[in-house]
């Protein structure tokens, strides 16, 4: 098990939980790893983190669907329920927000089966993650909804450490500057394997595995 800790600043009942270590992404080698279980689980946790993300939308692009990634489902229909409530514009007839999760092919693309389609053809779709480190998942993510005929509404998450994907900028509740000596590798320079300090675990979106 590794040892995590909540960070010192906390935006309205949203906490972060952190470990500090070397860790292992699919894309890179990072100093922290970032533990959105609770945000993604909690009832309670969901619906604070949703509340203070909308918080930092601005309402000047309809949202008519939110591709929930990582896990996100729980969060993405409380997003949708703040959206509505605060009076974002939809494009959709029945003046509703659709929440979808992607599947994945064996080359770990995006694709959306035809019943789903019509929720990304022609609507403003807003892709929401747990967080957005490198930018990598966020760009497959846009990639498909342009693909499918869609618009891209923007890019949130509950951590960021880029500020813009593609051009559109990332919302979310917590960035980099909350943790200041945040660092993400590629893993042919990583500083700590090359003083050949060993791995902590192996993390994604589902969780970590300690090594």
Not at 15 to 27: D, K
Not at 120 to 125: E, M
Not at 136 to 144: L, N, S, V, W
């Amino acid at each position: 098990m590794i040892q995590l800790s909540e960070l010192p600043i906390r935006y309205g009942k949203v906490p972060l939980r952190v470990a500090r270590g070397h860790f292992a992404t699919n894309h890179s080698h990072i100093n922290y790893y970032i533990d959105i279980t609770y945000n993604k689980t909690r009832l309670s946790e969901a619906k604070a983190t949703a509340k203070e993300l909308v918080s930092h939308f601005i309402n000047n692009t309809p949202v008519d669907t939110i591709i929930c990634l990582d896990g996100t489902a729980v969060i993405g229909a409380w997003v949708a329920d703040e959206l509505t409530k605060t009076g974002f514009r939809t494009m959709n007839a029945h003046q509703t927000i659709y929440v979808v999760e992607p599947e994945f092919n064996n080359n770990s693309m995006m694709l959306f089966r035809d019943n789903l389609q019509p929720m990304i053809k022609g609507k403003h779709v807003l892709v929401l993650m747990a967080s957005c480190t490198t930018g990598f998942t966020a760009k497959r993510a846009i990639e498909a909804i342009t693909y499918y005929g869609g618009n891209v509404a923007g890019v949130a998450a509950i951590y960021r450490a880029v500020d813009e994907v593609e051009g559109y900028p990332v919302r979310s509740v917590y960035s980099v500057s909350d943790i200041p000596d945040y660092e993400s590798y590629d893993s042919h320079e990583c500083p700590y394997c090359k003083k050949g300090i060993k791995l902590d675990a192996l993390v994604n979106s589902y969780g970590y595995s300690a090594l």
